[in-house]
């Protein structure tokens, strides 16, 4: 391993009982099915001088109408991966999955996965079957998440309604609702409120970056904001670069983003190690890093949101 292995905050797992679910998601949305296991996980690690992966569950854990099923899921899915954790501690992280939108269920899990499994941080996804995070239902979660500092990743899914035929929703529809949810987080107030969670969006936050200046202008229309407060609020989220460092991009992305607020991130298995590897090395060759900006992005941004994994 180099001085600058990479710690990735957007990495995946399947387990063994959910493999069949996993694969049929990604089939219904035309991607391809994921293929996961512990050891390949690593060797693919080895080969893209990975140090460490966050491992999170990027689906949700039942559906609108099984709330203890969901509830269950979440609950095996946070005990394995924890046990994963504990085995290769220096390999893996957990940011355990929340069944929203039941937000007792929630509070719950999160409580469990922080205080028992020793998880790292939490996941949400974008949408909680239609509902986006600002809702005010969720503020009882977002509350104690604070009190905690949690890091909290923001997994993309599908938005509610239509999706267009023969579109893959995750190439085009996962980065919208990422870019969504964020602007709705922002508008209702939560990073604002909560400053102690630390919330990351993958995939450069969607198309956040380029367009923040025209939702800035939300500031002009919603009571008690500014352009320059909704700018400002944007700015506090952390941004990982899975699948996001082309040439058009990457540039926008550290053009916006605060000091210190983007993370590597690979979102493997999910995105096949071919295509991420091309990513990787758009990020190496990228021109115009400024000295020790692309060891942090690899590495040192990620040390400092979760200390535990810091060197000695």
Not at 5 to 27: K, N
Not at 41 to 48: C, E, G
Not at 173 to 189: E, K, N, Q
Not at 197 to 212: D, T, V
Request: some cysteine; overall charge negative.
């Amino acid at each position: 391993m180099t001085d600058s292995a990479r710690i990735d905050v957007h990495q995946h797992l399947v387990p063994p009982e959910l493999r069949r679910a996993m694969s049929g998601r990604a089939a219904a949305f035309g991607w391809p099915a994921p293929v996961w296991d512990e050891r390949s996980a690593i060797a693919m690690m080895d080969r893209r001088s990975i140090t460490t992966g966050m491992l999170s569950y990027a689906a949700p854990v039942g559906a609108p109408d099984d709330q203890e099923g969901a509830r269950a899921t979440a609950r095996r899915v946070n005990e394995y991966t924890a046990e994963l954790v504990k085995d290769r501690p220096d390999r893996f992280g957990h940011f355990a999955v929340l069944p929203l939108p039941d937000v007792e269920g929630a509070l719950t899990e999160a409580v469990h996965a922080l205080d028992e499994l020793d998880a790292d941080g939490v996941m949400v996804l974008s949408n909680a079957h239609g509902r986006y995070l600002g809702d005010s239902a969720f503020e009882p979660l977002w509350a104690e998440l604070d009190t905690r500092a949690t890091v909290v990743l923001i997994h993309p899914t599908a938005p509610p309604g239509a999706t267009l035929p023969d579109l893959p929703g995750p190439l085009v529809d996962f980065p919208y609702d990422t870019t969504r949810t964020a602007l709705h987080l922002v508008l209702s107030g939560v990073p604002r409120r909560y400053p102690r969670i630390r919330m990351i969006l993958p995939h450069a936050g969607g198309f956040l970056p380029y367009a923040a200046h025209r939702f800035s202008c939300a500031g002009r229309l919603w009571p008690g904001t500014t352009p320059e407060g909704v700018m400002a609020d944007l700015r506090r989220f952390y941004f990982d670069t899975a699948f996001a460092a082309g040439p058009a991009s990457l540039p926008s992305l550290l053009a916006f983003a605060a000091p210190g607020h983007v993370l590597y991130g690979s979102d493997f298995p999910m995105v096949p190690e071919d295509w991420g590897t091309g990513f990787d090395l758009a990020l190496e060759g990228y021109p115009h890093w400024a000295p020790g900006q692309l060891y942090a992005v690899n590495r040192g941004n990620a040390e400092a949101l979760l200390p535990r994994l810091a060197r000695g």
